[in-house]
């Protein structure tokens, strides 16, 4: 991965004269016989891709079964190129290439994941950049993302004709007029659009974002642009929208189910919560607790995310936020995308890649997404920040559950009756402290608690044997982690 970052920076610009920026790429081959070979884009003639001129230029005719190659940006997906031209991951495939790394997703939103997508259902193993190569890629080609975004935008050609989702296409028994002024007006305003809604350059952005489709010269939302912006998306698509569920502490509980256009769906959930939480955790004047009712950046992220990576070929089940004294629970339906695992989500080293990218699109262009990432660095940082547990995600078929904890006492409400029971007192603000923090050295944990090394030792030990810390590294890396 570092290697093919390194070549990357060797890519060589077309000569343009209007200003366009060309994407620096780098790829990687790796042989069974242990020999390396790379390309950059440009290397050998202008505007050759990177995966070109290493498989057909410098490989052509050679047997590459079983190699290994790392691209940094996705290979262009069946259908991107103009016929005859194969695209780069037919090219990969056609190599019998067994596993592929790739550093980021194109950042066109109408082909973004295509070309993984199609690896993948080839039989090839796909796996991404670490996070921190991802965000050094995305640094290196930050003029060309920014121009690549603002193209998104504009109709040059027609996108590949891989599909990732149904929902890509048009939605029948729907019009133009279908999709929510409000809605429209919000994307337009927060994500700085000049053009005026409804107006012709308007509405080409929401075709070349793949929102919207032409059919016999009328403009038709496809399923995508329907759950964004369509006034009512649960009469065309019962999996959309989200259900909300608050538990009061005196074991009432009130629900609200959210059936607005996605876009609307976070700022009316926050409106909500505050009108309802300052009376439903309120305490006597002797046991009050001064503190925010809710962390709402996070929530927010929490429950975009939730709406943007959920897998909406599960018609049957739709996600929900849960809201309780200590914790707010979302849950989106879906396993995390591929090659995304839980483990990653869970240790947050989660590398960025979107399951629907035109509704992340949408989303990010609003500030109320991550680029291209699952939000879990604002998460994990917020969560520091207000001295509160780490979030945590489990997997609870079919949901993905991602629980935030409101206090920092929730980490030891959060544990179930036999494991408090096992703990000391001691060991329970020990670990309080520790699922705040994520993961610690005993050296850390000892001097944090006030404690000797050897019982520092014996706490953290106590913990991987109650499953809830795990040990990473070794000698003086070794680490105590939160499961």
Known sequence: MELAIEVMRQSIPEPHTDGKVDPKVGAVLYKPDGTIETACRGELRYGDHAEFTLLERKNH????????????????????????????????????IKEVWVGIQDPDPTVARKGIGYLIRQGVTVDMFDRDLQEIIEQENNKFLEQATERAAEIEEEPGKVALSPLEDKLSMTEHGDFSDDALKMYRQRAEIADVVDSDAFNRRLLRQGLLKEEDGALVPTGFGYLLFGREPRMMMRQAGLLGIIHYPNGDKERREFDEPAVLIPDLLEQWLKNKLPNVFDRDQVHRQERS??????????????????????????????VTEDTVTVQSPGEPPL????????DFSAPMLSRNPELHFVFARMDMAEEQGLGLASLRDRAKELDLPQPRYTWDEPYLVLKLYRSAEGAIKGLDEDTLEALSKSERKGWQWLAARGKAKSSEYAEAMGVEPRTARRHLGHFEGLGLVRKTGSGPSLRYEVI
């Open 61 to 96: 005719g050679d047997k590459l079964d079983g190699s290994v190659l790392f691209a940094t940006l996705e290979p262009c997906a069946k259908g991107a190129r103009k016929h005859p031209k194969l695209s780069c991951a037919e090219r990969i495939y056609l190599a019998r």
């Open 339 to 346: 090659p995304i695992t839980l483990r990653q989500l869970q």
């Open 293 to 322: 009712a809710l962390p709402f950046e996070m929530v927010r992220e929490a429950v975009a995310n939730a709406l943007i990576h959920r897998d909406y070929s599960i018609v049957g089940a739709k996600c929900q936020i849960v």
